[in-house]
Structures are given as structure tokens and as C-alpha cells.
């Protein structure tokens, strides 16, 4: 549980210095912070039924422990999907921008993340044993969580962007190359690099535009960054 509390407070203070694109991705790695922190309680719950109904001899209780354990474990294997469609936003974004390196790992995350959640559920419904489905859901979401570490790795930087763009770049980019009429776009941009100067703005479009929805109204976010 302090494992999960740790990655709660990591994701919701990631969320509030998110904004534009990446806002929905910090969302959803609160929500599966949050559901996880659900699972492990809800385990550790049925865990100490079992154990109460053990020591007092009271059959009921234990077999209602094991099963509370199942529901924990199901809980769990949700933050693993959930996780994966996180992966699929990030995905969805790296490709938008032509960062294909990124754009695969983050695809291969999400294969990872949710058929870990898939055998995960498999675990909870039945074998338990570590070589079984269980092993082979941690097996799956490790490998996840080391895809996307990857994958967050192979974004590319300010300056990458910029070589990439520049006269002598590739242009791979979805941006595409700087043109003639751009050329002080392309100082300014370089200029920036050197000052360690970032700034992204975009709509906030919160709970996948939902609150803006509800409340109907939209807000413009911007954030500069020295």
C-alpha cells in the first residue's frame, strides 16, 4: 500500500504540471494509480479475512476472504488495461509528431500492458501459481513497464526536434523541414534551445473534454519553462 500511495502522489503531481496533448495521459495514469491502490486494499483486506477465519476455524469467513482476494486481483488486472490504453494516447501523440521510434515502443507497451491485465483476470478466475497465468501477467506487464520507459527515452528532445526540422535535417518529422520564409522561426527556435527556454499551449480539454462538456465552457493552458 505505501508502494501505491507513493505512485498516487507521483501521478497527481505528473497531472498537475501536465497540459495540451499530454494532459489525458497524466489523467490516465492517476486513474490507474488510483484503481491499483484499490486492488492492492481490496487484496489486503481478503487477505486478513482468510486469516481471521482460519485462526477462529470459521470456514465462511475464510472461503469470504478468498473471494474478496479474487475481486482485488480483478481490480488490479484493470490498472494493467488501463494502463495500456495510457500507452495508446502516448502512441497516438508520438505518431501525430512523426516520432516513429517512440510511437512503436509505445504500441508495444500497450500489447504488453493489456494482455498482462488479460491473463491477470485469468489468475483471478483461476490457476494462481507463479509459472501459470500469474507468472505470465507479471512477465507481460514488466516487460510494459520497461517498453514504455523506452519509449519515454526515444522522444525526442528540443534539439533533436530542431535537427531534425533544420536545412540539413531529415524532415521526418510530421512538422516537416523549416522552410526559406521560416528562417527566423528556425533562429528563434534555436535561440531557445540555448536559453533552455519551452512552451507548450493548448486546450485543456480535462477527462478527455468531459468537464468541458458538463460545465460547458473550454480554457486555453499555457506553460513557459526556463
Keep these: 500500500l505505501y508502494f501505491q500511495k507513493w505512485a498516487v502522489e507521483d501521478a497527481q503531481e505528473a497531472l498537475d504540471q501536465q497540459l495540451g496533448d499530454q494532459l ?3 489523467e490516465l495514469a492517476l486513474v490507474s494509480a488510483w484503481t491499483g491502490t484499490v486492488g492492492v486494499a481490496t487484496e489486503t483486506l481478503g487477505i486478513l479475512l482468510k486469516q481471521v477465519g482460519k485462526v477462529s476455524g470459521r470456514e465462511a469467513l475464510k472461503q469470504a476472504g478468498g473471494i474478496v482476494v479474487r475481486v482485488g486481483g480483478g481490480i488490479a488486472a484493470i490498472a494493467s488495461v488501463v494502463d495500456g490504453v495510457q500507452n495508446i494516447f502516448a502512441a497516438v501523440r ?5 516520432d ?3 510511437r512503436n515502443l509505445y ?3 500497450a500489447v ?3 494482455a498482462g491485465g488479460v491473463a491477470g483476470s485469468v489468475a483471478v478466475l483461476g490457476a494462481s501459481a507463479l509459472l501459470g497465468p500469474l507468472g505470465i501477467a507479471l512477465g ?4 510494459g513497464a520497461i517498453l514504455t520507459w523506452a ?3 526515444a522522444e525526442d528532445t528540443q534539439a533533436e526536434i530542431w535537427l531534425d526540422r533544420c536545412y540539413f535535417g531529415y524532415g521526418k518529422r510530421s512538422e516537416g523541414k523549416w522552410t526559406d520564409a521560416q528562417a527566423v522561426d528556425e533562429l528563434k527556435q534555436l ?6 527556454l519551452s512552451a507548450t499551449m493548448g486546450f485543456s480539454d480535462s477527462w478527455l473534454g468531459l468537464k468541458e462538456m458538463i460545465f460547458d465552457y473550454d480554457r486555453v493552458d499555457l506553460s513557459i519553462r526556463f
Design 94 to 98: 508520438a505518431g501525430r509528431r512523426g
Design 100 to 102: 516513429t521510434d517512440a
Design 107 to 109: 504500441i508495444g507497451a
Design 151 to 153: 519509449a519515454i527515452n
Design 24 to 26: 489525458n495521459e497524466a
Design 112 to 114: 504488453f500492458f493489456i
Design 191 to 196: 535561440n531557445a534551445i540555448y536559453a533552455g
Design 140 to 143: 507481460l506487464i514488466a516487460i
